[in-house]
């Protein structure tokens, strides 16, 4: 089965600078889109940033401009460049991948931006 690892997330200061990476694994062949959510406490999980196979992006308003979504398809992998952290950035980041028609998660990772 396909599996989702995300890595890179930790505490970071406000101002500061984090990079997410999530690594798809399994009997794969290509993947259509790939993206990041999150989850902050008492709120509901929202859409980041989503990447095309074609490197087309979309983000959220609240990460347009800050946040960088990438990939490479031969690692099939896709990363978050998260810069100017802000204290509402903290959340659990959750990586997923649409491959052929199915959709899948990763387990999460938390990101806290604290002084």
């Known amino acids: 089965q396909v599996q989702l690892v995300e890595s890179g997330g930790g505490l970071v200061q406000p101002g500061g600078s984090l990079r997410l990476s999530c690594v798809a694994s399994g009997s794969i062949s290509s993947i259509n889109d790939m993206g990041w959510y999150r989850q902050a406490p008492g709120k509901e999980r929202e859409l980041v940033a989503v990447?095309?196979?074609?490197?087309?992006?979309r983000y959220a308003g609240s990460a347009k401009g800050r946040f960088t979504i990438s990939r490479d398809n031969a690692k099939k992998t896709v990363f978050l460049q998260m810069n100017t952290l802000k204290p509402e950035d903290t959340a659990v980041y959750y990586c997923?991948?649409?491959?052929?028609?199915?959709?899948?998660w990763g387990q999460g990772t938390q990101v806290t931006v604290s002084s």
């Open positions: 997923q991948a649409q491959i052929w028609f199915r959709t899948y």
């Open positions: 990447i095309g196979s074609g490197g087309d992006s």
